[in-house]
């Protein structure tokens, strides 16, 4: 029992947070699907590469799969959006393929990607 608590409380420490890429079509309510599962009505607060947090003006409508984004009510999961798959576009395919491969290289526990969800079309 002691050495399953312990066990716990060391993923704990290795893994502070839970990172996610979200894969969906575009407008098929992926971010409404991300706050009914964190259990929140708010807005993400999403980051630049500097870990900066951009204004909500400056941020609505900009999706860019390497800018990370989180909900100040569940900071421990951090997701990142495709930006949409519409079909027949390679760019798009071709640059997500790129980012699984950057998070699979990192031996940073905090950088690596933890969890790739595909979307449902709409909800």
């Known amino acids: 029992m002691a050495d399953d608590l312990l066990d716990r409380f060391n993923v704990r420490q290795k893994y502070t947070h839970f990172r996610i890429l979200v894969i969906g079509r575009a407008n098929a309510g992926k971010t409404t699907l991300l706050q009914r599962v964190c259990n929140t009505t708010e807005d993400?607060?999403?980051?630049?590469?500097?870990?900066?947090?951009?204004?909500?003006?400056?941020?609505?409508?900009?999706?860019?799969?390497?800018?990370?984004?989180?909900?100040?009510?569940?900071?421990?999961?951090?997701?990142?959006?495709?930006?949409?798959?519409?079909?027949?576009?390679?760019?798009?395919?071709?640059?997500?393929?790129?980012?699984?491969?950057?998070?699979?290289r990192s031996t940073e526990p905090k950088l690596q990607l933890h969890a790739i969800w595909l979307a449902p079309l709409r909800l």
């Open 44 to 104: 993400p607060h999403i980051y630049n590469e500097g870990k900066n947090l951009l204004e909500p003006t400056s941020a609505r409508g900009i999706h860019d799969i390497n800018r990370p984004f989180a909900f100040e009510s569940n900071p421990q999961f951090i997701f990142h959006d495709s930006r949409g798959f519409e079909s027949g576009d390679e760019s798009q395919l071709k640059e997500v393929q790129a980012f699984i491969e950057e998070r699979a």
